[in-house]
Structures are given as C-alpha cells and as structure tokens.
C-alpha cells in the first residue's frame, strides 16, 4: 500500500525566508502528485499539480519538483510571508486512488 | 457551480440519530470523494465515486455508514445512529475525471460534533 510521508510535521521560520517542505511516497507508480494547503477549519486548496512526466512546476512564488523514481517531491516556498502560514500537504494519485501525508504546518513569524 | 459546496457547514447532533451530510461538486466532475479529518490528524478515506460505476465503498468504517450519488452529481453521506467517535469534519472532493490529468478539489468540509 502507498504511504506518504511529510517532513518537518511542524515548521516556524521569520518572514522573508526561504524554505522547503518535503514529501515522500513508497509507490513510484503514480499518476501524478499535487500540493494542497489548509487553513484552520476550512478545506483543501490545490496549489500545484504536478504530472507523473513532469519534474516540476511553478505558481508565483511556489515551486513544487518531483522525481519519481526515488519517490520525493519538495515545495519551495520563496520570500514566505505571514499570510503563508497553513498546513500544507501532498496526495499521489494511483490512478484510482488519492494518498496524503499528515501534513507540514508552517509557521510565517512576522 | 463555481466550487465544490457542502452542506451544512456545522451540525451538532446527539448520540444516536442519524445525520445527512451533503456534497454538490463541481459541474461536469465525474469523480467524487468523501474524506474525514479528526481533530489533528490526516485524511481519512471514506467512498470513492466515478461516473455510473458502482462505488469504492473500501474506506466505510461500519455499516453506520452509508452514501449515494444521484445522477452523477450531488452526493450525500449517511451516518446512523451517530456515536461520539464519528465527530469529525467531512470533506468532498471532486476531479475532473479519474486518469491522469485530474486535480483534485475540495469543498470547505461539514462539521460534525456528535455530543
């Protein structure tokens, strides 16, 4: 069975850094990977998609990269900023089924 | 519509009745999904819909529990005889279509608090 793994569980860093969030999965037979954030109380966001062919892609100042074959997908969040402050998780999708990690909750100390 | 919309938002509920939950994904969405959250902890995987196909139903905890989808679009989630342990929050999500190309969207989620 898939198993996705999030690390840091936890994350606080001052505004205006860079940082990077990690994502593994045991499965490489994905179909593609995607990160979401969630606010206190509310739903999942979609922040990037990204395809099993594909090696990253990018949204304003989110970047998300996956290389499958060694089962690792980062998030690099740059210039983070106070309004960044969420949880953020990573779901593969098996062609059938979405798998998520527990999550990194990230703390913008402004 | 524009988003994936659950109803209701909140529902306390005693123990023992049953309760409703709704989801209306996103127009022309063939695949829809119901997941709960526990207070802290990650997704838990309930049902699984995809077009006319008969239902992933793996992830039921007990036969409390139940879902349907109607003509392909609104679904709703059925708890009986509701305990304690099923308060959490209900989230749906519906993607485009079940292969590769789908991205996953999810409603704002249904609280249920089970006194």
């Known amino acids: 069975k898939q198993e996705v793994t999030q690390i840091p569980a936890a994350l606080s860093v001052p505004e205006g850094e860079n940082l990077v969030l990690n994502c593994s999965f045991t499965?490489?037979?994905?179909?593609?990977l995607q990160w979401f954030r969630q606010d206190p109380g509310k739903g999942l966001t979609s922040l990037l998609l990204i395809q099993s062919s594909q090696r990253e892609q990018t949204s304003g100042r989110l970047n998300a990269s996956l290389d499958k074959s060694s089962g690792r997908s980062t998030l690099y969040i740059a210039a983070s900023q106070p309004g960044d402050s969420a949880t953020y998780l990573c779901a593969v999708f098996n062609g059938n089924q979405f798998y998520f990690g527990t999550g990194t909750s990230l703390t913008v100390i402004p | 519509g524009a988003g994936v919309s659950q109803s209701p938002s909140n529902k306390v509920t005693e123990k023992g009745k049953d309760v409703e939950l709704r989801c209306d994904p996103i127009?022309?969405?063939?695949?829809l999904y119901w997941y709960r959250q526990s207070l802290g902890q990650g997704l838990e995987f309930l049902i699984y819909?995809?077009?006319?196909?008969?239902?992933?139903k793996s992830g039921l905890p007990s036969d409390r529990f139940s879902a349907e989808r109607t003509g392909g679009s609104v679904s709703t989630l059925t708890i009986q005889r509701t305990q304690q342990e099923d308060s959490a929050v209900y989230l749906c999500a519906s993607s485009i279509t079940s292969g590769s190309t789908g991205e996953l969207f999810f409603g704002e989620g249904s609280r249920l608090t089970v006194l």
């Open positions: 819909f995809q077009g006319n196909s008969a239902p992933d």
């Open positions: 499965d490489s037979a994905i179909y593609n």
């Open positions: 127009s022309g969405h063939t695949a």
